[in-house]
């Protein structure tokens, strides 16, 4: 999640401290729904089944 910037990490002493980063979060939010717009959405399958 760091990696894909949608948490700050800050670190105090041996404590990490993370919160959520809410812009990168509508960023993700706007590419899904775009991604929505141009796929196919596929119904899902209970597990075991081909």
Request: hydrophobic share 40%; aromatic share 14%.
């Given at each position: 999640?760091?990696?894909a910037?949608?948490?700050?990490a800050?670190?105090?002493?041996?404590?990490?401290?993370?919160?959520l980063?809410?812009?990168q979060?509508?960023?993700?939010?706007?590419y899904?729904?775009?991604?929505?717009?141009?796929?196919?959405?596929?119904s899902?399958?209970p597990c075991?089944?081909?």
């Open positions: 999640m760091k990696e910037e949608l948490v700050r800050r670190q105090d002493g041996r404590w990490i401290y993370y919160s980063n809410l812009p979060f509508a960023v993700l939010e706007q899904l729904a775009e991604y929505r717009r141009f796929s196919p959405i596929l899902a399958r075991g089944e081909k």
